[in-house]
């Protein structure tokens, strides 16, 4: 875990990354935020530096961030998780509300009926995930690892451009260290399964659904998503709102799958606003900026 110099009396936050990512994705926005918040960045299991687990379900990590809060003895925490971090997320405030004070979702992966909506549903990508980490493997091993952070972050963002210096060599590292461990491969392709058969789900009767989950929430609520989100369109976000009750909606201008390192100060300021919002009382339904 990383964890970031705070003020005094401020508090406790949990950051959760997505597919691809660690800790490290939140260094510029928990910084941007340290007057307000305390926080902690998860490396979730398989990731970054964290063993791999028994299973990769999203209900079995949010039990490991459980466990986390818990060990912190800190209390109740504000919850911001992104994509794959943001279901987490999700299901850890429905679950246990005792431990979420507040909960943002930074386009959290969501059941949606139109494939073409995100680009994580191409059939080479399926074909890949659903064949195991073998063939991830393989592709990965064979790569040149500032090659391949350009072709994700020009996926992910508008402006690739944008992200400094410190956490191009940040994530080159990463993807070397993922080169050199097996374990990392795999966490990708069975948290990827694991997230595709929550997705899947939702659409099933059962109290266990995603959708189902979303509704439960009743902890106050923002929802950030970039405008230009190609992996999950931004024509999710109003839904994914409407879903939990009372959530806010943050659409932040010119950015893509990752606002928060793409436009850190951006996203602090919704944060900073939503936070304030709940120490005086307030809510509202709509920002953009």
């Known amino acids: 875990m990383r964890q970031v110099a705070a003020a005094a009396g401020t508090q406790p936050a949990v950051y959760l990354h997505g597919h691809h990512g660690s800790s490290q994705n939140w260094t510029d926005l928990a910084a941007l935020l340290s007057q307000r918040l305390a926080g902690v960045a998860v490396d979730l299991p398989g990731f970054g530096l964290s063993d791999p687990p028994r299973s990769y379900r999203v209900g079995a990590t949010a039990g490991a961030v459980a466990d986390v809060i818990e060990a912190g003895r800190s209390g109740a925490v504000h919850l911001v998780g992104n994509s794959f971090g943001g279901t987490v997320a999700l299901d850890l405030a429905a679950r246990r509300p005792d431990l979420v004070r507040s909960l943002t979702l930074i386009s959290p992966a969501m059941p949606f009926l139109q494939p073409r909506w995100s680009s994580e549903l191409s ?21 040149d690892a500032e090659e391949y952070v350009e072709a994700v972050l020009a996926r992910c963002c508008v402006r690739p451009s944008a992200i400094g210096k410190a956490r191009l060599r940040e994530a080159i590292e990463e993807v070397r260290q993922a080169q050199a461990s ?76 990752l606002p928060h390192i793409e436009q850190p100060g951006r996203v602090a300021g919704f944060l900073a606003a939503f936070l304030d919002d709940l120490r005086a009382g307030a809510r509202s339904s709509l920002a953009t900026g």
């Open 123 to 143: 059939p080479r990508l399926l074909r890949r995930i659903l064949g195991g980490s073998g063939a991830l493997r393989r592709e990965l091993a064979a790569v």
């Open 182 to 257: 097996p374990s990392r491969l795999d966490a990708e392709a069975q948290s990827f399964r694991a997230l595709l058969w929550e997705l899947v789900r939702a659409y099933l009767p059962g109290r266990t659904s995603l959708l189902r989950r979303a509704r439960a929430v009743r902890v106050p609520t923002l929802v950030v998503w970039g405008d230009h989100d190609r992996v999950l369109d931004v024509r999710l976000a109003s839904r994914v709102a409407g879903l939990i009750p009372h959530a806010r909606l943050a659409i932040v201008r010119d950015a893509g799958h």
